[in-house]
């Protein structure tokens, strides 16, 4: 029997994944990449946004084909619009066989094997506390990096996010889980972790009755063989003196931090139900620059949220221009039912948004280009990710660069390299996303 797993959205789906792979490794079965030759499928699926949600529906629909033309013998979907959507997908794909909600996932064997066995299977348990997984995770980033998820569900009531009600509230998880799950993923091979959650800055508060994050850096940090630590999704009102002291006094944790703020205009930021400020935003960054000079700061917009004038546009753009962002990333507003922002008046037309977009970006792009030509000359630490076709050149990531998101550094050279080492390299050039260096002898 084989199974091929299918892994949508974030990277804090993909843990959720990479568990579920585990437990059917240890349970014997066979995984293929093969949809045509599996007998099972499983969708881990999303419905953040509009296009991740029609992106969920329609690999669903494309694997349920092969119930007719394939081997398929029964098709599994879990996750995010399993848990919203469990209804409609019953009453409208009957190919589905099997559907598990967010926090049911540690059910994935049960599920197969039920499904099997010709049972209608379908498993919710409450948004409360953890999965109990037992098993190793079966990582699908390469080896080299990893994501470890500190926490899930979210506190936070953005008006145009859906997360809290399809995930739960926040819930950390334990500590000694965390540490235990580092040292396997290190003596996996893994010498980048990176923390992940709907909110990493939150850390602890439920478990411990405070914000714990610098704790678990302080840990973390411990872990021989690990080279980096990278902290993703930092709510910036939520930053706090003892996680910047814990970036400073810890060697293997990046100067990098993403912060989602969405928005610079106090109208737009108190429509959003985001709890910062203009004035609040310029003070955190400016004090996370004046404490770690050296850090890397990306963010995300959203454009085009209802209620956006011209003028708020224009007053966002200029916060751009003045902050100079070292990532940044700009996303049309998605109208997500169920969320008070979809209820909202005055709806922006997607053209506007787009063109808002646009501009954010291209402005965007001037700035890291300016950014990027100031690094000439600095010797950095690089991640190599993998070799260029056909040249005597390797791709990789600084400190300053998460997977998937950010830019890489080109380096030529005639060394043989492979995924995963670490190199030191000199910036000898600019791109606008993307730097070009040289090892460091």
Known sequence: MKLLFISLGCDKNLVDSEFMIGMLRDDGIELTDDEMEADVIIINSCCFINDAKEESINTILEMAEHKKDANLKALIVTGCLAQRYQDEIRAEIPEVDAILGTNSYEDIVTAVHEALEGHAYKNFHTLEGLPSIRTKRTVTTGGHFAYLKIAEGCNKRCTYCIIPYIRGNYRSVPMEDLLAQARDLVEGGAKELILVAQETTLYGIDLYGEKSLHKLLDELNKIPGLFWI???YCYPEEIYDELIDSMLRNEKVCHYLDIPIQHASDAMLKRMGRRTSHEDLVRIITNLRTRIPDI?????LICGFPGETQEMHEELMQFVNDMEFDRLGAFTYSPEEGTPAAEYEEQIEEEQKEEWRDEVMELQEEIIFDRNEEMKGRELFVFIEGKVADENAYVGRTYRDA??????????????????DIVKARVTGAYEYDLIGEIVE
Do not use: A, S, W
């Open 403 to 420: 997977p998937d998101v950010d830019g890489y550094i080109f380096l030529n050279t005639d060394e043989e390299l492979v995924t995963g």
């Open 296 to 300: 890397t700061l990306r963010t995300t």
């Open 230 to 232: 990278r902290i993703m």
